[in-house]
């Protein structure tokens, strides 16, 4: 495949993502970036650092010092540290732009910054997350992911109160996130046979039906008849004693049933170097693992890392897809 063309969104203008993209242009990535958002911001923030940065057209490649540039302006100049909710249609508009090209076949890959969900919905726009902003435009059910070199996460339900999640974990919501994840695991990672460990939702797994019954009653048999068909599928597993090591070494994913269940172990495992994956998209998605920062924001000390690793994900998932087609896994 030759070089992958991936969209680059910084994501709240007045929080770290501009000056992280600054920082990412300055490298030579296996892939060409074009970012879609607001000239001026990205400007700034290579001033702020003391770094070059010349924004290209949209059809040029990109190179060390050199990122090409999809216009979207904001309509109030951002301020470091300050997110302005008229700016919020502009954010939105950034990511839809950068979808839409994804969908039409245009780029080959989405790397998202962070956003800042409050200044969105302060400005009018009805936002929970990119996620199901993406997922929405391309009119397909995904699973969020969480991945870093040494376990993958995903999630079978997610920004929801404690309370909401037992009500939420469904059978037909459940058999379609293990699905999602299976043929994702497949065709982005090219992992054939995936092994995935579902944990379970209440404490050991519910103890036989003592400690709760989602694990007898929607959990255990969803697995049963997924394994009927050929998938490897752990559990349902304590999620206390589930991502031991050893345990880990067998395992491809592991499915959490909430926010909180799986991601504080992802973390503390590797933060820095952390993405957050959209999978069931028809194109990989990729986004960092951390918020707008706006307290250390056009300062220069924010850590690029995970956008980097975010990149070079996306340029490694767009290859994988490209060599196996969905068809080929049956996704």
Not at 56 to 79: E, I, M, T, W, Y
Not at 266 to 287: H, I
Request: hydrophobic share 45%.
């Amino acid at each position: 495949m030759r070089r992958p063309r991936l969209a680059l969104v910084p994501g709240e203008p007045a929080g770290v993502g501009p000056e992280l993209c600054v920082r990412a242009a300055q490298l030579d990535h296996d892939a060409n970036l074009l970012a879609f958002g607001d000239g001026p911001t990205l400007l700034r923030a290579a001033e702020a650092l003391g770094l070059p940065l010349l924004l290209a057209d949209p059809g040029a490649d990109s190179a060390p010092g050199v990122l090409p540039l999809q216009s979207v302006p904001c309509v109030q100049p951002a301020r470091f540290g300050a997110p302005l909710p008229a700016n919020a249609p502009s954010t939105i508009a950034a990511l839809e732009a950068s979808g839409r090209a994804c969908l039409e076949g245009r780029l080959d890959g989405l790397v998202t910054g962070p956003l800042h969900k409050a200044a969105i919905n302060d400005g009018g726009i009805a936002y929970t997350g990119t996620t199901g902003l993406l997922a929405a435009q391309a009119g397909c059910e995904v699973v969020m992911m969480l991945a870093n070199a040494i376990v993958r996460v995903a999630l079978a339900t997610t920004h929801l109160p404690l309370r909401a999640v037992a009500d939420a974990i469904r059978a037909p919501a459940l058999e379609r996130t293990l699905r999602i994840l299976h043929a994702a695991l497949r065709r982005d990672f090219g992992i054939a046979a995936p092994r995935i460990a579902v944990l379970g939702l209440n404490p050991h797994a519910g103890e036989d039906g003592h400690l709760g019954r989602e694990e007898l009653d929607v959990i255990g048999p969803v697995l049963a008849g997924l394994r009927a068909e050929g998938m490897a599928l752990d559990g349902p597993l304590p999620a206390d004693t589930a991502f031991l090591p050893a345990k880990l070494q067998a395992t491809d994913a592991v499915l959490a049933m909430y926010h909180d269940q799986g991601l504080p172990v992802l973390k503390y495992s590797g933060f820095e170097q952390a993405v957050n994956l959209t999978l069931g998209l028809p194109y990989p998605r990729v986004a960092v693992d951390h918020g707008t920062a706006l307290d250390i924001a056009g300062s220069g000390r924010a850590d690029p890392s995970s956008l980097l690793a975010a990149i070079a994900t996306c340029a490694r998932l767009a290859r994988q897809r490209h060599a196996t087609p969905a068809r080929a896994v049956g996704a």
